[in-house]
């Protein structure tokens, strides 16, 4: 039997639902006092759907989770957001502590939760790589000894004695992904990095991953892109509403996730507003609307529909625009589309010109018998001068299509590709026949 | 159905928050490198954000040496111990303002560290340590002032010189100054994730702290209860040793050290439980 690397015994997180700061000084004092002595009391302004008990102000993130990661597993960890997968991961990298269980692990573990953390922009690439190594637990003569490799693998040699401020964000990511890559970690913990960077540069990710696993090494990865789960990973476990709710071989956690999706009703996801966030944007509402301005997730593929992105600026003369990303569950990219004037089919007053301040929604339409059946995601950008994100809301909403039948008269089966579009067809005779 | 394991070794055990006192000096010790790389990305920012780059760290105390001989010496006219007014001021705002530097930056630890703190573990710790380690620049470069200042009134205007053995004790003063800008620093660093509104609070208490401190008269202008009062605050003993141990003028006396010992001693020490207390759950409050 394989050597268990990772053992987590009935994991469960606690959060507190509530806004910060608000009631009296001496109810917080109280409250805090509550908290030195030692209660949990997290209070933080969250935005996702976990369980919730009877008090309605307490829910559990994570609740009895149970299980065990064999050393070079590749281990898929897939859910929706808000089921828990991102907690589970920040509890893995000692960011935040459990409320109940624990976690036995064995071997150093790194997380490529966000690459390129601390790096400064007035520092070099070189300076960089020594300064992120470390804040990874590396120790300096650790990373003297990589530092060729990290600087050969980044393929921004050139410009290693350079700022990175002046680098472009491609060759950033590339660098804070070359020195993660290296740190050569027992564990390694990778969260959807690979959404970054070129497609010659994702290859050289995915081998890496590939080559550290076949050194024995355990890689626990999380993403939405199911193809890449599939492609990468030997086993899976499905997190629903902080529970396990299918542990077990990769291609069959893909199913049950897909599955999973397919009856999630949830077509709007709100964010409260936070003050505290200084956000000169912030995103307070997506939503999937029918035709007839109904809120469901579910639609037919013949009907037109809408989604539609709800953001309050407060900053006057902001020059925004909306930029969705529609992405198909179990195959990939299916298209993108912003509100700029040369790339939409009408004319929208509020295509990247300044904003005053207030609360608006922008809204695109997606024709009938275009998206073929199945379980499309979204992410909402909205961007500043076109190309800088204002704010974003990354994979979070999924609809579904659904066949009502309609094109069913003929065929039956599966109909290939992420489309399905009526188009106009044409047959004529052009000749005589031979016989 | 993994209880059966007890007996492997694990490397790591992540449980819920336990007591007080699990504070782990050697997790401290393993990430020295990184403390070292904080203090170099200080340096270098410094250096390269601004135009003036650390000239600043001249022309702050200069100026407000400046504004002290005009506003305490000249008009208010509080003595100075007989050291000439320049002097005197700038050796006690050489120590005021590492003091006030450490404080401030290491008052702002959560606050200011929130991103980073929330996606990668290394002991928090490291970050008000190396806040206090990179004033140090700052500190460096205005006590060579003070050197430059003490020499120009030696050789041009012939003032004494009185550099004696009590010299030797600068750098006892400076670990006290520090650890208790560190202490203080913590302790409201942790008391600022659940109040922000802390943060000016201690702006301002700073501010009004000097005029309690003797850094714009010496110890020796009070007595009776307002002294006992100025000797409650653990700096003014430090600062009255420095000057004695540079300007030979002040006050070195044993048991108002050993107070201010004690006193930042009990400082860190509450400083460290409750920062050790905060930053394990504070990810989750801010």
Same mark, same amino acid.
């Given at each position: 039997?394989?050597?268990?690397?990772?053992?987590?015994?009935?994991?469960?997180?606690?959060?507190?639902?509530?806004?910060?700061?608000?009631?009296?000084?001496?109810?917080?004092?109280?409250?805090? %006092?509550?908290?030195?002595?030692?209660?949990?009391?997290?209070?933080?302004?969250?935005?996702?759907?976990?369980?919730?008990?009877?008090? &309605?102000?307490?829910?559990?993130? !994570?609740?009895?989770?149970?299980?065990?990661? &064999?050393?070079?597993?590749?281990?898929?960890?897939?859910?929706? &957001?808000? /089921?828990?997968?991102?907690?589970? !991961?920040? =509890?893995?990298?000692?960011?935040?502590?459990?409320?109940?269980?624990?976690?036995?692990?064995?071997?150093?573990?790194?997380?490529?939760?966000?690459?390129?953390?601390?790096?400064?922009?007035?520092?070099?690439?070189?300076?960089?790589?020594?300064?992120?190594?470390?804040?990874?637990?590396?120790?300096?003569?650790?990373?003297?000894?990589?530092?060729?490799?990290?600087?050969?693998?980044?393929?921004?040699?050139?410009? =290693?004695?350079?700022?990175?401020?002046?680098?472009?964000?491609?060759?950033?990511?590339?660098?804070?992904?070359?020195? /993660? /890559?290296?740190?050569?970690?027992?564990?390694?913990?990778?969260?959807?990095?690979?959404?970054?960077?070129?497609?010659?540069?994702?290859?050289?990710?995915?081998?890496?991953?590939?080559?550290?696993?076949?050194?024995?090494?355990?890689?626990?990865?999380?993403?939405?892109?199911?193809?890449? $789960?599939?492609?990468?990973?030997?086993?899976?476990? $499905?997190?629903?509403?902080?529970?396990?709710?299918?542990?077990?071989?990769?291609?069959?956690? $893909?199913?049950?996730?897909?599955?999973?999706? !397919?009856?999630?009703?949830?077509?709007?996801?709100?964010?409260?507003?936070?003050?505290?966030?200084?956000?000169?944007?912030?995103?307070?509402?997506?939503?999937? =609307?029918?035709?007839?301005?109904? !809120?469901?997730? &579910?639609?037919?593929?013949?009907?037109?529909?809408?989604?539609?992105?709800?953001?309050?600026?407060?900053?006057?003369?902001?020059?925004?625009?909306?930029?969705?990303?529609?992405?198909?569950?179990?195959?990939?990219?299916?298209?993108?589309?912003?509100?700029?004037?040369?790339?939409?089919?009408?004319v929208d007053p509020f295509s990247n010109c300044a904003y005053p301040k207030g609360k608006f929604k922008s809204r695109m339409k997606i024709p009938g018998n275009y998206l073929n059946e199945g379980s499309y995601e979204i992410s909402a950008w909205v961007l500043e001068n076109i190309s800088?994100?204002?704010?974003?809301?990354?994979?979070?909403?999924?609809?579904?299509?659904?066949?009502?039948?309609?094109?069913?008269?003929?065929?039956?089966?599966?109909?290939?590709? $992420?489309?399905?579009?009526?188009?106009? %067809?044409?047959?004529?005779?052009?000749?005589?026949?031979?016989? | 159905?993994?209880?059966?394991?007890?007996?492997?070794?694990?490397?790591?055990?992540?449980?819920?928050?336990?007591?007080?006192?699990?504070?782990?000096?050697?997790?401290?010790?393993?990430?020295?490198?990184?403390?070292?790389?904080?203090?170099?990305?200080?340096?270098?920012?410094?250096?390269?954000?601004?135009?003036?780059?650390?000239?600043?760290?001249?022309?702050?105390?200069?100026?407000?040496?400046?504004?002290?001989?005009?506003?305490?010496? *000249?008009?208010?006219?509080?003595?100075?111990?007989?050291?000439?007014?320049?002097?005197?001021?700038?050796?006690?705002?050489?120590?005021?303002?590492?003091?006030?530097?450490?404080?401030?930056?290491?008052?702002?630890?959560?606050?200011?560290?929130?991103?980073?703190?929330?996606?990668?573990?290394?002991?928090?710790?490291?970050?008000?340590?190396?806040?206090?380690?990179?004033?140090?620049?700052?500190?460096?470069?205005?006590?060579?002032?003070?050197?430059?200042?003490?020499?120009?009134?030696?050789?041009?205007?012939?003032?004494?010189?009185?550099?004696?053995?009590?010299?030797?004790?600068?750098?006892?003063?400076?670990?006290?100054?520090?650890?208790?800008?560190?202490?203080?620093?913590?302790?409201?660093?942790?008391?600022?994730?659940?109040?922000?509104?802390?943060?000016?609070?201690?702006?301002?208490?700073? *501010?009004?702290?000097?005029?309690?401190?003797?850094?714009?008269?010496?110890?020796?202008?009070?007595?009776?209860?307002?002294?006992?009062?100025?000797?409650?605050?653990?700096?003014?003993?430090?600062?009255?040793?420095?000057?004695?141990?540079?300007?030979?003028?002040?006050?070195?006396?044993?048991?108002?050290?050993?107070?201010?010992?004690?006193?930042?001693?009990?400082?860190?020490?509450?400083?460290?439980?409750?920062?050790?207390?905060?930053?394990?759950?504070?990810?989750?409050?801010?």
């Amino acid at each position: 039997m394989s050597k268990v690397v990772i053992s987590v015994e009935d994991l469960g997180k606690k959060y507190r639902l509530g806004s910060f700061g608000t009631g009296s000084l001496s109810q917080d004092l109280n409250q805090w %006092w509550a908290k030195i002595r030692g209660k949990e009391n997290a209070l933080k302004i969250v935005d996702f759907q976990g369980p919730k008990n009877a008090d &309605n102000d307490e829910f559990w993130a !994570l609740e009895n989770l149970n299980f065990e990661v &064999n050393q070079g597993d590749i281990l898929g960890i897939i859910g929706k &957001n808000g /089921a828990g997968k991102s907690t589970l !991961l920040k =509890i893995l990298s000692r960011v935040t502590t459990p409320t109940l269980g624990e976690i036995k692990v064995k071997g150093r573990i790194a997380s490529l939760l966000e690459v390129g953390t601390g790096f400064h922009p007035e520092l070099t690439g070189r300076e960089n790589i020594f300064l992120n190594g470390a804040i990874m637990g590396m120790t300096k003569s650790e990373i003297k000894g990589k530092l060729d490799e990290i600087i050969d693998f980044s393929g921004v040699e050139r410009h =290693i004695d350079t700022p990175v401020k002046r680098y472009s964000s491609g060759m950033y990511v590339r660098l804070a992904f070359a020195v /993660a /890559a290296h740190l050569e970690p027992e564990i390694l913990i990778v969260d959807e990095v690979l959404a970054v960077g070129d497609a010659e540069f994702q290859k050289k990710c995915l081998g890496k991953m590939k080559e550290v696993s076949h050194q024995g090494r355990t890689i626990l990865f999380v993403s939405h892109n199911m193809t890449a $789960v599939k492609k990468l990973c030997s086993k899976g476990i $499905v997190l629903k509403q902080g529970k396990i709710s299918f542990e077990g071989r990769v291609g069959e956690a $893909v199913e049950t996730y897909l599955n999973l999706s !397919l009856f999630e009703e949830k077509s709007e996801i709100t964010w409260s507003y936070s003050p505290h966030a200084f956000n000169p944007v912030q995103i307070t509402a997506l939503r999937v =609307i029918r035709e007839d301005n109904s !809120l469901s997730g &579910n639609i037919y593929i013949h009907e037109d529909f809408f989604v539609e992105i709800e953001f309050l600026n407060n900053k006057e003369g902001n020059h925004l625009s909306s930029y969705f990303e529609v992405r198909k569950l179990s195959e990939g990219g299916v298209f993108s589309s912003a509100n700029w004037s040369s790339a939409i089919a009408n004319v929208d007053p509020f295509s990247n010109c300044a904003y005053p301040k207030g609360k608006f929604k922008s809204r695109m339409k997606i024709p009938g018998n275009y998206l073929n059946e199945g379980s499309y995601e979204i992410s909402a950008w909205v961007l500043e001068n076109i190309s800088a994100t204002a704010a974003e809301a990354k994979n979070t909403l999924t609809f579904n299509i659904l066949d009502d039948g309609k094109m069913r008269d003929e065929y039956v089966g599966e109909w290939f590709g $992420v489309v399905r579009p009526k188009l106009e %067809w044409l047959t004529s005779q052009v000749g005589p026949g031979y016989y | 159905m993994p209880k059966s394991k007890e007996k492997e070794k694990w490397s790591l055990i992540i449980k819920p928050k336990t007591g007080w006192f699990d504070f782990q000096p050697y997790d401290i010790w393993r990430y020295r490198d990184l403390l070292m790389m904080f203090v170099k990305r200080d340096f270098i920012s410094v250096y390269k954000q601004t135009i003036l780059g650390p000239l600043w760290f001249i022309i702050q105390p200069m100026l407000t040496t400046i504004m002290f001989i005009v506003v305490f010496d *000249q008009v208010a006219g509080i003595p100075t111990d007989g050291a000439p007014p320049a002097l005197f001021y700038l050796s006690g705002l050489v120590i005021w303002n590492y003091f006030s530097t450490c404080i401030s930056k290491t008052a702002t630890t959560f606050t200011a560290n929130s991103a980073i703190f929330g996606k990668v573990y290394f002991p928090r710790l490291i970050m008000p340590l190396s806040n206090v380690v990179s004033a140090l620049i700052g500190f460096g470069i205005q006590l060579l002032l003070l050197f430059l200042l003490i020499l120009y009134f030696f050789f041009f205007l012939g003032v004494n010189l009185h550099f004696n053995s009590y010299i030797l004790i600068v750098p006892v003063i400076l670990l006290i100054v520090a650890a208790l800008g560190l202490g203080f620093g913590i302790i409201i660093s942790s008391l600022t994730t659940k109040y922000r509104d802390l943060t000016h609070l201690v702006t301002f208490g700073i *501010q009004l702290l000097m005029y309690a401190t003797p850094v714009i008269y010496p110890l020796s202008f009070f007595s009776g209860k307002y002294k006992l009062l100025i000797l409650a605050n653990p700096l003014t003993s430090l600062i009255e040793i420095f000057r004695y141990a540079l300007l030979g003028v002040g006050e070195f006396n044993i048991w108002y050290l050993s107070y201010s010992l004690i006193f930042t001693l009990l400082a860190l020490s509450v400083g460290i439980l409750l920062f050790n207390r905060i930053e394990k759950s504070f990810i989750d409050v801010i």
